[in-house]
């Protein structure tokens, strides 16, 4: 089964200050994606990184970063010069391949406790 | 392109009555996923489908169920409501594909906030 652990229920930053949340993930899949999501007070999830198995190259974008490690199934995201918009929960999610007819999908997700981040002016 | 949209966006109901939810995917997304989030369980997946057939089912009572349409448009029920039933329902879309730009992200609707009295 797979699951996956945020160990930080809460964090708490003063704005431009540096914030990584961690994940740990668990999955006996060769192939699956890695993704952080963030959910604002609205409600709805918004995508923000995806990584897949197979590439551990780690990447920034923009204030955006994160690190990904096969050998410690770690997945740890981290925002730069955080800002008061930042403030949201966090969910690491890993996803699981289907395939059938019609082809392979990866539509069902495990998701992380979540990470509530809070970034004070 | 327009996104995700879930109906409805709110909605009451008392024990035991059923509710049906309703959910657009974007257009040429081929998968819909449903979650359902509440404060205790965090997020939990209910099911996928990928072109009118489940392709995953979650660790969830019968009472669950859901469909998908031609179009992709998907809905889901749940019948004999309970309290706990009370949730916010995550609907979401993607379009499937190795290698391809995008693919395999799930795109989120707004969801439809369920409470059950």
């Known amino acids: 089964a797979q699951k996956v652990t945020q160990a930080q229920t809460e964090i708490s930053v003063v704005e431009k200050e540096d914030v990584t949340l961690d994940c740990v993930y668990e999955?006996?899949?060769?192939?699956?994606?890695l993704f952080w999501y963030k959910q604002p007070p609205s409600g709805e999830l918004v995508f923000l990184i995806r990584?897949?198995?197979?590439?551990?190259q780690n990447e920034i974008s923009g204030r955006y970063s994160w690190n990904f490690q096969k050998s410690t199934s770690s997945f740890n995201f981290t925002i730069t010069a955080s800002q008061v918009v930042d403030s949201a929960v966090y969910f690491c999610?890993?996803?699981?391949?289907?395939?059938?007819?019609?082809?392979?999908?990866?539509?069902?997700?495990?998701f992380g406790q979540g990470t509530i981040l809070t970034v004070h002016p | 392109k327009a996104g995700v949209t879930q109906t409805p966006r709110y909605l009451i109901k008392t024990r035991g009555q059923q509710v049906t939810l309703s959910c657009s995917p974007i257009?040429?997304?081929?998968?819909v996923s449903w979650y359902q989030q509440t404060p205790g369980q965090g997020l939990q997946f209910l099911f996928e489908?990928?072109?009118?057939?489940?392709?995953n089912k979650g660790n969830f009572p019968g009472r669950f169920s859901g469909r998908q349409f031609s179009n992709s448009r998907s809905e889901m029920n749940v019948s004999t409501l309970e309290l706990g039933d009370s949730a916010l329902y995550l609907c979401?879309?993607?379009?499937?594909?190795?290698?391809?730009?995008?693919?395999?992200?799930?795109?989120f609707g707004a969801g439809s906030r369920l409470t059950v009295l």
């Open positions: 990584r897949n198995s197979f590439d551990e």
């Open positions: 999955t006996r899949d060769t192939t699956y994606y």
């Open positions: 979401a879309s993607s379009s499937p594909g190795r290698g391809v730009s995008g693919a395999n992200v799930l795109t």
């Open positions: 489908y990928f072109s009118e057939t489940q392709r």
């Open positions: 257009s040429g997304h081929r998968s």
């Open positions: 999610a890993l996803s699981e391949e289907s395939s059938g007819a019609g082809g392979t999908s990866y539509g069902k997700l495990t």
